[in-house]
């Protein structure tokens, strides 16, 4: 009996799998995953689209920094809450996606770590097309990192640059433990990764000369999103014309992992990285390529 109905499962299964593939390779014009069907007319994927007219969700041409960080700062109370309603991440918003122009839709770039903690998306409650995200361990801001900032506020017109560092950063541990004595063999390719925290844990180090050990961890995780915001500007000229003329907000923030808080912190702090940026002599001045290795031969 037990062989009988377990045949008569995999018949159905098997007839049921057979139609729908078999519909969709004899479609000659446009298959419509949603309705799981042939649509009659050759007609791009968007006509598919049935509930609700996604476009009207495009952002304001130009939305205000601040109304986006209220968005952020909303959704991640909502995260914390348990009240998320995962915005934009239906199959509508999918088909929707592969017919827009996302510069059209996101609200913010955010640069963070790559630690599986950090879910950015979640996070922020968001969806398709909310946020562009730059993430690479440490939080780091070298020239592919501020390559992909650049295009985000450049080109995707993103209000708001969040750079979000976390707690119980793997990254951030491992410089400031070599920084107290404790190395190991890195792979090849880290040491031009970590060095860039380097300057980040030496600061805190000086700062609070009192603490020892990993009572410094936290303090030089708070100072490496310092660091990252100021290699941005020192970097890139572009970002900080946006960010003097108003057009784009940077943000420092900080994100806790076992709360899932998201720590937002003062602005004034990177207005006057900004400013002292301003008076280094050192700061890449051309906003623009001049050919493609141009990021390392300015200096
Ligand atoms: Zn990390």
Redesign the pocket.
Known sequence: MKKIVSLLICAIFFLGFGCSTGKYFSCKKSWCPLKKKCLTTSVSDSTCLMKKNLADKRRPKELCPMKALKALRAGNKRFVTGTSIHPNTDDDSLLHAGNADQGDYAIATVI????S??PVERIFDAGVMDIFVVRV???VCDVDEIGSIEYGLAHVHTPVLVVL??T??????AVTHAFHGKKHQLERNIPPLIDNIEPAVKRAATKYSNLHGDDLIPHA?VENVWQSIEDLFMNSPSTRDLVKKGKVKVVGAIYNVTTGSVEWMPESDVIKILENVGKNPNRALNPYATDKKAAHQEH
């Open positions: 963070t770590c790559s630690d903690r950090v361990a440490g939080n560092g976390h119980k950063c793997g990254a951030v541990t995780i």
